[in-house]
């Protein structure tokens, strides 16, 4: 038996003290923990609750063209804005705005929706008011007094339609845009201009920089309290600016001579380095009408016009290359030595040839008769070209051409670029077509047709390698330190390039298929093609190079019109081109009047029409033409020997 008893208030005592002790310390720590070691977090999370950001749009990069020249650039723009009130107020604000800013019905029905889906935020009304906008409403600042006018930030291209398709447009990032790895990482949000097509597409993250943000206070309820009281600010880190190997001036040249109801492209560069000089399809559009949002009824405009000027032609269109592949076909047979300069083929051109159990035609019905290479060039022969194609063989035919990149992309720094059509194996027609290719196959293919579609830019980059040393560069729209990587090597000798210049030089020489549209001061050297469209007239080619008399060329160039007709009609869109881009090289003024067509003669015919040389000669003087035996005009202006107009026009044009 105990004779005292535990005091059991002692122990709760104890057990108090041990709780108090326990609770005290561990709010302690919370409370240093909170004040101390995140006490920086916290107050910034105070700060987000109570700050809003407005963001402050990064102005882009400004591209330059390869003399400096401004391709694109930010200047200041204006957005404005209306303050959170009720329904009737902001309606009745936004209908005495209309005849300012140029609202129509349905634009304000669509931001009284908006206002009604974010209640309390800042309503946009426009981010591309111009200055007289602008001052406009600042005269009238009493009548809105919940009218908010913010500096933004504003995308301009001075050559406008000149560049469309190059340089493209920037307009606000979309849902689905969001969604993309690349723009969720970079941290991209709703609002967010970004580029859309082009250069500013391509080149997104170089020339977009950081958005910066100004803070203003909000309730509790998340109202801005007084949206023109900037609490602080975030400076926004422009973008980088981008130097392009473009000539501005030369693409403007070619937007103002190319003609504007026709449909198709060019493309001039560089055959050392792989530079774009020029990029350009017709019809084209104005990036500057992007700018803030296009107008919907602009929009519908531009994707309902079946001139599809939207549509790059230069890289997003596929076109059969007719003649102008031949020099390609030339260009295997060179390789595999079975042919040179001079080397004649066993059947004469009589208008056409039988082989396996087909009968193909040349282009010039009376026949061409018996040509070396050289004079195959020059005069575009079909049957010369059947001939060496089945020399070669279907199988050794497709995998020279897969080689030289016909199947492949260029690589050009612009997105959009098509894959051409060119058979990669002879599985590729079983898997086509459900069938092996004819024996017959590759007399169409080394003439330019059949299975056989290239992009503008291809064509250009393959004459870029003939105009060399047999080896192009990759193409490119913007400078780099680093050399571009080689993308074409037409494994060709010396001997077989002379064959080759050979055939060119004579295409735009007296006689040749294009001699009207050779240059008084350059040596050009061209291949006229007309492809075949079952839709239409005949697509018009004509692809080379050009430069000084004697040394090696420093331009190369494609150039294509939807149903231009021929080779021949279209030439001059590129001789001029190139004339324009080497008189401004070395220094020389500008020619207006540079081909030969042009100097001999009268404005009644138009650069892109056929004009007979008898025409032209009866135009500069009342002394008309005369004529030797030999069909050669003895009084040609200028001394030039013309060969009569049967000659110089015979029929279609190869």
């Known amino acids: 038996m105990q004779l005292f008893q535990y005091d059991t208030r002692q122990r709760r005592a104890l057990g108090a003290v041990f709780v108090i002790t326990f609770v ?33 749009p990064a102005p882009r990069g400004t591209m330059y063209d390869r003399y400096d020249k401004v391709v694109a650039t930010s200047i200041t723009g204006y957005a404005v804005m209306l303050l959170p009130t009720d329904s009737a107020t902001m309606r009745a604000t936004l209908r005495d705005l209309a005849p300012f800013v140029g609202l129509s019905g349905q634009a304000i029905e669509r931001l009284m929706q908006q206002r009604h889906r974010r209640p309390n935020d800042l309503l946009e009304v426009t981010d591309d008011a111009s200055y007289s906008q602008i001052a406009a409403l600042e005269e009238r600042r009493a009548a809105f007094p919940n009218l908010l006018v913010v500096e933004r930030p504003k995308r301009y291209y001075p050559a406008g339609a000149a560049l469309g398709h190059l340089v493209g447009y920037v307009s606000e990032v979309t849902r689905e845009q969001l969604q993309l790895p690349r723009y969720r990482q970079a941290g991209y949000q709703q609002g967010r201009w970004i580029g859309q097509a082009g250069i500013e597409r391509e080149y997104e993250f170089t020339l977009s920089g950081e958005d910066g943000a100004r803070f203003v206070e909000v309730d509790a309820r998340g109202r801005i309290v007084d949206p023109r009281s900037t609490v602080g600010a975030l400076a926004p880190t422009p973008g980088k600016n981008v130097k392009l190997t473009l000539d501005l001036e030369l693409q403007q040249y070619i937007h103002e001579i190319f003609p504007d109801t026709m449909k198709g492209a060019i493309v001039l560069m560089v055959p050392s380095t792989g530079e774009i000089l020029a990029l350009y399809s ?56 079975i042919v040179k300069a001079d080397t004649r083929m066993p059947i004469s051109c009589t208008g056409g040839m039988y082989y396996a159990g087909r009968y193909a ?21 079909n049957v010369y070209f059947y ?39 002879l599985d590729w ?41 047999g080896t192009a560069p990759e193409p490119h729209l913007v400078t780099g330190e680093q050399p571009q990587p080689q993308a074409l090597d037409l494994q060709l000798d010396t001997a077989g390039l002379q064959a080759v210049w050979a055939g060119l030089k004579r295409v735009v020489n007296p006689g040749g298929t ?11 050297y061209g ?11 005949d697509h018009g080619w004509f692809t080379g190079f050009a430069g000084p008399p004697g040394a090696p060329p420093e331009v190369a160039f494609a150039v294509i019109v939807e149903h231009g007709l021929h080779g021949s009609d279209v030439a001059p869109l590129a001789t001029m081109a190139a004339n324009f881009y080497l008189n401004k090289k070395h220094g020389l003024p500008f020619d207006p009047k540079p081909i030969l067509r042009d100097r001999w003669g009268t404005p009644r015919c138009p650069y892109y029409t056929t004009c007979t040389v008898a025409t032209r000669a009866a135009a500069l003087s009342p002394v008309q033409p005369r004529f030797n035996s030999a069909g050669v005009q003895t009084n040609a202006p200028g001394g030039a020997a013309a060969p009569t107009a049967d000659r110089a026009t015979p029929g279609a044009q190869p």
């Open 24 to 56: 005290v310390a561990t709010l302690l720590t919370a409370f240093f923990h909170t004040q101390v070691v995140s006490g920086s977090q916290y107050a910034l999370r105070a700060e987000e609750n109570r700050l809003r950001p407005i963001p402050i």
């Open 282 to 337: 017709n019809p084209s559009f104005d990036p500057n009408d992007f700018v803030g949002g296009i107008q919907p009824s602009l929009w519908q405009a531009l994707s309902t016009d079946p001139m599809k000027p939207q549509l790059n032609r230069a890289i997003t269109a596929l076109y059969p290359p007719a003649s102008t592949f031949k020099l390609a076909t030339a260009a295997m047979g060179l390789q595999k030595g």
């Open 361 to 381: 035609r040349c282009w010039w019905k009376p026949g061409h008769g018996s040509l070396d290479l050289v004079g195959a060039i020059e005069k575009s022969c």
């Open 387 to 425: 001939q060496l194609g089945i020399r070669l063989g279907v199988q050794e035919f497709i995998e020279r051409g897969t080689r030289m990149g016909f199947s492949e992309k260029t690589g050009l720094d612009l997105p959009g670029e098509v894959s051409p059509i060119f058979p990669t194996g």
């Open 429 to 469: 027609w079983r898997q086509r077509f459900g069938h092996r290719p004819m024996p017959s196959e590759v007399m169409s293919l080394a003439i330019g047709q059949g299975p056989n579609s290239q992009t503008v830019l291809r064509m250009a980059l393959f004459y870029s390698a003939l105009a060399g040393n």
């Open 514 to 524: 294009a001699w009207l549209s050779s240059l008084e001061r350059w040596q050009v």
């Open 527 to 537: 291949k006229t093609g007309t492809a075949q469209n079952p839709q239409g007239g």
